[in-house]
């Protein structure tokens, strides 16, 4: 019996597809693109995926703790959630976080997180591999890089990738030029962060990866620093100059709760994944999605709002944003379903509800929470003083930076130096082991930056460009936080 010529017509497009799969870029006719695309689905899914070595990993990280920081949380369990409805395994899906938000005394929804007003139960399912104390910048890397030696506590899980794997990692929290927060230890510097993707690209250990940060002047991560050959692409929610936003933030939408329940940019690329179909979106057509929202804002015409970037390999914005996340919208394992869905009053309007910048994030839940109490009652006065606490210890980073650049730079230089911003695409910072070393000795000696004197690693960034030593930032340190305080 002949074989007939569509069964030929087939294996030939089969045949075709799979050198243009080998040679990236090289097919070039919309057609051949197309079914380029489709194979590559068909190759991820169902069985084809199983028969294959091929897997998807993801890494979320939320660096931070406390109330006041729910945000954080909650946009990495929904993160979380988006990738077990794409098929994505549990083994395969690390989490970072502190674990003290659900159970939180604060928390009207005991048990409960959501990432918006009228949103459903992220927290639910949610792995604990990473908890407390063990959320730190040494497991984070350890992880990436698939080194169980390396670990202190936690479930042990890591990157365990291989060759032709796809890895996301999404972190949220604050964060500074030059710099990510963690609830616990160092922070993580962008050159280390760097250097640690170098290690894994260089161990063959990742097909392509897609990072995406959440952090005030986040583009300083990767700007100046992240080279175009790792088969890596990052997006950031700001620029290397300006803060990120919380959204859904305490006001007329939102009078359940009295702190901020997501970020601008981390809503927007997961409710852009909550409502697309992914193996038919690409990470550009993701991008753009997220910039313009994050450029409108949710406030009208007051603009909060920040610049979206994008850095690395440009050519993986071609790639489907289900080659990272999953595609199959209807995972039987996720435990994010509709029932989980909490429905507000109809007199309660998303658009009215407020963003503010990462940064005030926190004062603006202690006023809230001081305006919303009782007269004359002890949460009143307990709102009161954490109010008058975070307000003093802004005066005091304020006025202490500006004094150590007036001691080491002169009344009339400080602040030309201290406020000097390099041109685009050069790191902030010469010598990295300087900026760890400033910022450690101003932390020794004055008390943590916080999340709100992160703003000043610019300033600390400056002081080693112009080249103080460590030395000198000790005695004009002293001088400003010790010896005026005696």
Known sequence: MGTSKSSYETTGLLIFTLVCLIIEGWCL????????SQVVEDFFDGNAYAATSVKRWAVLVAGSNGWDNYRHQADVCHAYQILRKGGVSDKNIIVFMYDDIASNKNNPRPGVIINKPDGKDVYRGVPKDYT???????????VI????????????????????????????????????????????????????????HAARAYKKMLLYIEACESGSIFEGLLPKNLNIYATTASNSQENSYATY?????????DTCLGDLYSISWMEDCDKKDLHKETLGEQYEEVRKRTADGTDGADKLSSHVMQYGSSTLRRDLVSYYMGINPTASSSSYTSEDEIHLPSSVSLSRVKSVAQRDADLLHFWHKFNTAPTGSQQKLEAKKQLDDEISHRKHVDNSINQIGKLLFGFENSSRVLNKVRPPGIPPVDDWQCLKKLVTTYEDHCGPLSSYGMKYTRAIANMCNAG???????????????????
Do not use: W
């Not at 407390?132 to 350890?142: E, P, Q, R």
């Open 29 to 36: 006719t919309a057609n051949a693109s197309k079914l380029s």
């Open 468 to 486: 103080v030593t460590t030395d000198q930032m000790i005695a004009a340190s002293v001088k400003t936080c010790i010896q005026n305080n005696l």
């Open 132 to 142: 407390g104390h063990n959320v730190n910048t040494n497991n984070l890397y350890a």
């Open 145 to 200: 890089l698939g080194n169980k030696t390396a670990l202190k506590g936690g479930s042990r899980k890591v990157v365990d990738s291989g060759p032709d794997d796809y890895i996301f990692i999404y972190y949220a929290d604050h964060g500074g030029v030059g710099l990510l927060g963690m609830p616990e230890g160092d922070y993580v510097f962008a050159k280390d962060l760097i250097d640690v993707l170098k290690k894994k």
């Open 249 to 257: 933030c305490p006001g007329d939408s939102l009078a359940e709760f």
